[in-house]
């Protein structure tokens, strides 16, 4: 029996208090439209607490270790778009085998770089919280016999303990209240893949199932892990196998960045459903395995199961009610309900679209700007991008960055500031060297709320000058392509809108099972147009 409310309710529309982090010159940081809270809607459980999302990135790397850029740019580009943090430095690898031409000096000298910083690491992290950001203390333990974990400490810790066996880096853990989250988990034992007979739900509630290797759910999952030197996936060692073993952990996404960008795009990013903003509230919350996996794009997610969220443990019951509730940054392609490992529905929101016009409302537009010449041309530059995006007649009600690592710079930074409501600043960079999945471009995702005739308008200063607007209703049904100079030179595109009804859902679907006593677990899988997806954490009953 399937009973959808789609097209009856509206959508993720709340108005919450705006984040007050200050920018430069009083103006609020692109955190204050981007930082406006999702509210949970469904049952929060049997207290009834209200949750609310909070994103962040718990995996991630600069020059303290063996990667590049200061600690200090980490933390303060984590503080301008991310919830929180913990940077996890790489911190021993026991069992390294001894590599060609001596290359495994690389993590040699940089396991010693990131011991000698440990002090100063724990003193910056310390400092780095404050009312509107929390800043995790972590490090990063390789095996390849065991596979990898990224320690995260609930408080400071003094000791960098770096044992030579996984049990004893568990057995810390738990004396530690840490978690120990299981990192790249299928490649295969022996390469650094997951060693899931030392599995410990205390230690590790989540699992990480994406970043920049790639996704870990199953061997023909989305993102195969073809960026390193571990070879491809091990089809036993994925997660799926795992849950079907009877184990339980609940899924999160990070970077594992390595240009000193936390939360760089496309490379992984997780939501939790906290309590507030604060180290112990969002410990509590993963624990709980209140948590889920993006791939990029900030899918604002929320799962129930009889009024339970995800990551619960719900009484064994024939009747099982499950809730889903989704906003995209981009419009859904498909939101999927995974029972034990097959999917029993799916739901398709271009089924259920409004017959009515998009506008007046709000929409979601995509201002994506980058490219240049081809790497075969060996013109290889930064691109400074200066611009002003306004709107007349109608209002932002929310502004999301899509920043990635490259170009790598110590003192570059991508900033969006909101100037107002109807005014935003954009100062950026894009590069095709080294850029992450050869991606040369970045982009904003701007919620507006508009008429027809409001005019969307960008004041473009750098590369190039030029003004060029359009009209929403224009944005229905075409974009707006824009080159910045003769061949190879960069470009930009203001996409075609995207309407409420296409970016967001809410699904109620209802399963019985025979067997009362029986075990089964559900998780949620949404994927968009433009390839973003996104995980909950499983609910099981029984």
Sequence with gaps: ?????????????????????????????????????????????????????????????????????????????????????????????????????????????????????????????????????????????????????????????????????????????????????????????????????????????????????????TDRSPYPMIRHSNGGRSASNMIVPQLQKGMRFGFVASSDDHLGYPGAYGEGVLGVWAEDLSSRSLMEAIRARRTYAATGDRIALEVSLNGQPMGSDVPATTDRQIDVRVQGEDAISMVELIRNGKVIERYFPEDHLDDKPILPGKVKCRLQYGWGPWADLAMGRTCFWDMTIKLDGGRFTRAIPCFQSSPFDEKLRDRLKVVSNQELRLDSNTTRVKCYAEDPTKAVVTEIEGTPDTVLTLQIRKPYEKTISARLQDLIDDNVVEFTGVFTSESYIVHRLVGQSEYSAQIRWQDQQRDANSTDWYYVRVTQNNGQLAWSSPIWVG
């Design 1 to 217: 029996m399937d009973f959808r409310l789609n097209e009856a309710k509206k959508i993720m529309t709340d108005q919450p208090e705006i984040n007050r982090r200050t920018f430069l010159g009083e103006s609020l940081a692109a955190t204050a439209l981007s930082g406006l809270r999702v509210n949970s809607e469904l049952q929060g459980g049997e207290n009834q607490k209200r949750l609310q999302l909070f994103w962040g990135d718990l995996h991630n790397h600069n020059a303290v270790g063996y990667a590049k850029g200061s600690l200090e740019r980490s933390i303060e580009l984590a503080q301008e778009h991310l919830d929180f943090f913990a940077f996890t430095g790489h911190a021993s690898w026991h069992d390294m085998p001894r590599m060609p031409g001596n290359r495994h000096m690389k993590w040699v000298n940089g396991f010693e770089v990131h011991s000698n910083h440990w002090p100063k690491t724990r003193q910056l992290i310390q400092d780095a919280n404050n009312d509107e950001f929390v800043a995790f203390l972590g490090y990063e333990w390789h095996s390849s016999q065991f596979g990898d974990y990224c320690m995260i400490f609930p408080e400071d810790q003094p000791e960098l303990f770096l044992p030579n066996h996984v049990e004893k880096l568990l057995d810390f853990a738990e004396g530690n209240q840490a978690l120990a989250i299981p990192h790249h988990v299928g490649y295969k034992q022996g390469w650094r893949g997951a060693n899931f007979k030392h599995f410990r739900p205390g230690a590790s509630p989540v699992v990480e199932v994406f970043s920049e290797h790639g996704c870990t759910e």
